[in-house]
């Protein structure tokens, strides 16, 4: 259930406080449930966003949960990150994630904690070498601002943090057509516009974490779909409230 809950997270209208997801896979069922709460003003933004397993996941995750916190700045609809951090635990380990945003100097920096059974075993304190705008929450919703100007058949790249191992790029696809009818279908969703974006993270065990995103005219996600999973051929979200 690795990286889940970052999966949610194109929920920005001002109309909305706090939305549910429920998680399923083909065989399994309902597997988690994701819960986002946030509130934004003219000028700023914050998310909390909780994930639980549920089910075989939970077996299998070690009861895995994930709990995020960002926030930043809003300026001609557009989102700025400024603060990112995310804590996970799930069998014995916990695992504590930050990122803070320097727009003067134009640096990241990232501070990572892990331990085990309540011991320290790894920390790191590094600036990335690259800026970016963006954190895995903020990226979203300036995808779904730029897809208003972008014509379906088109792909692009964006900049986020949380991307190193590929120098911060976030590979988005806006599908033809036809494949947006037919996934929109396949999701058993309607009145919707579909990219898809690549992460290179093994979300879920994915080979290169590619997820569908279908997308409502008020920019709420109702449907989400996650490709070639371990377990099986892909793991959906629908949102339920």
């Known amino acids: 259930m690795r990286y889940l809950a970052i999966l949610f997270l194109l929920f920005f209208t001002l109309d909305a406080k706090t939305l549910h997801y429920i998680v399923k896979a083909p065989i399994f069922g309902r597997i ?3 819960t986002i709460n946030y509130t934004t003003t ?18 299998l995750s070690g009861n895995r949960k994930e709990h995020y916190e960002a926030n930043g700045n809003i300026s ?3 989102y700025f990150a400024k603060h990112f951090f995310q804590d996970v635990r799930y069998k014995k380990k916990h695992i504590k994630l930050e990122y803070l945003f320097d727009y003067k100097n134009r640096k990241i920096r990232k501070i990572k ?3 085990k059974e309540n011991q320290l075993l790894h920390q790191t304190d590094r600036y990335l070498k690259f800026f970016a705008h963006n954190d895995l929450f903020s990226a979203y919703h300036n995808i779904v601002q730029k897809l208003q100007h972008i014509p379906d058949g088109s792909r692009f790249t ?4 949380g991307l190193e191992r590929f120098q911060g790029r976030l590979e ?20 919707v516009r579909i990219f ?6 093994k979300i879920l065990g994915s080979t290169n974490g590619e997820i569908i995103f279908a997308v409502a005219p008020n920019g709420i996600t109702k449907a989400i779909r ?11 979200a629908y949102l339920v409230r």
């Not at 988005?172 to 009145?191: D, F």
């Not at 898809?196 to 993270?201: D, E």
Request: glycine content about 2%.
């Open 158 to 161: 964006i900049m986020a943090a």
């Open 42 to 59: 003219t000028t700023n933004y914050r998310i909390v966003a909780d994930m639980q397993t549920s089910g075989f996941a939970k077996t």
């Open 113 to 115: 904690k892990k331990w």
């Open 32 to 34: 988690g449930q994701v």
């Open 172 to 191: 988005v696809i806006v599908p033809p057509t036809k494949q947006q009818q037919r996934e929109a279908n396949s999701l058993r969703v309607k009145n």
């Open 226 to 236: 996650v490709l070639n999973t371990s377990y099986v051929s892909h793991v959906d």
């Open 196 to 201: 898809h974006i690549i992460t290179h993270k």
């Open 76 to 78: 001609n609809d557009r």
